[in-house]
């Protein structure tokens, strides 16, 4: 069975500063990965994914993870975050044919002025 | 018009009396997923369905049971309420083959005092 790891709880960070939000996961099958972002009171966006090719994968806000697969981890950066990047962000995994996606527990990023 | 639409948005109950969740999609997919989020836990699956015919418990069924209608149509239901079912509740749905990216509901907010 895959499981996700989000090592962060929350990220308090400056507005302009860089940030990341780490992600490891577990699975003995290859996997999809997944950002979804939450912003204050709304439903999961799905912010990017990786399916396959490239290990950087970006956003078009400006966000990107990068695969890694010898660590297991999609750690999710951005170099320079704007207030309206403050919500709630989980990282999720897919793998196997049948398997709903796992998620994360969440990580929740306050950008401060 | 949104793709996954979800009634009641909120809803408010005294513990014991039953109570049931409705969603519906128009994006033509097989697969559909009830999660719950509570701070602190993220998305926790309750129940999912991969076709008419098919219903698989999550990882925290207890308490619940599903309906699944049609192709777009999957409800939830409380037989009796407790108060830590309080919580905000999201339908999502998904194609049938990889990578299973899933569509999230704006989400229903039950309260059960």
């Known amino acids: 069975a895959q499981s996700v790891t989000q090592l962060d709880s929350q990220v308090p960070v400056f507005e302009e500063a860089p940030v990341e939000l780490r992600c490891n996961y577990s699975s003995s099958v290859s996997v999809y990965l997944f950002w979804y972002v939450q912003y204050p009171n709304q439903g999961l966006q799905l912010l990017l994914k990786?399916?396959?090719?490239?290990?950087l994968v970006e956003s078009i806000n400006g966000f990107e993870a990068e695969f890694n697969k010898s660590q297991t981890s999609f750690h999710l950066r951005k170099p320079s975050v704007h207030i309206s990047d403050t919500a709630e962000y989980f990282c999720a995994v897919s793998a196997g044919r049948d398997t709903p996606l796992v998620f994360g527990k969440g990580t929740r990023l306050s950008v401060i002025a | 018009d949104a793709d996954v639409t979800q009634t009641p948005r909120n809803r408010i109950t005294k513990t014991g009396k039953r109570i049931m969740l409705e969603c519906s999609q128009t994006k033509g997919h097989d697969r559909m997923y009830w999660y719950r989020q509570d701070p602190g836990l993220g998305l926790r699956l309750i129940y999912y369905?991969?076709?008419?015919?098919?219903?698989n418990k999550g990882e925290i069924s207890d308490g619940y049971s599903v309906s699944r209608q049609a192709q777009a149509k999957f409800s939830l239901s409380l037989e009796s309420a407790i108060p830590n079912q309080t919580a905000l509740y999201f339908c999502a749905t998904s194609g049938g083959g990889p990578p299973r990216e899933q569509f999230f509901g704006p989400g229903t907010r039950l309260t059960v005092l």
């Open positions: 369905s991969f076709d008419v015919k098919d219903i």
């Open positions: 990786y399916l396959s090719g490239s290990t």
